[in-house]
Nanobody, 123 residues
């Protein structure tokens, strides 16, 4: 059973950057297509970014394109989310997730979830 643990969240000023990490244990990360999702207070969980098993294909929500970058290091069993030019609308709990299904952005298709890490952007 794969377990995912996020880290790297925190408080940052608007315009700043953070890098989130998602470490996998109990399984092989390269077996999974990985995604990042976020949930702001009072809102549903929303897709942020996804990466294929090899890292060769990525997809992003329109709201983060050009600011966020998803990547993975299968040798380290870790997925990353580099977040630049952060703004108050990026404030949320960020979750990494994994799926063995086809590459997609639908949260319901992801079987493995981390516990989440809080990102707070002050304006």
């Amino acid at each position: 059973q794969v377990q995912l643990v996020e880290s790297g969240g925190g408080l940052v000023q608007a315009g700043g950057s953070l890098r989130l990490s998602c470490a996998a244990s109990g399984g092989t990360l390269s077996d999974l297509r990985m995604g990042w999702f976020r949930q702001a207070p009072g809102k549903e969980r929303a897709f942020v970014a996804a990466v294929s098993r090899s890292g060769g294909r990525t997809d992003y929500a329109d709201s983060v394109k050009g600011r966020f970058t998803i990547s993975r290091d299968n040798a380290k069993n870790t997925v990353y989310l580099q977040m630049n030019s952060l703004n108050a609308e990026d404030t949320a709990v960020y979750y990494c997730a994994g799926t063995k299904t086809l590459f997609n952005i639908n949260a319901a298709s992801y079987n493995y979830w981390g516990q989440g890490t809080q990102v707070t952007v002050s304006s």
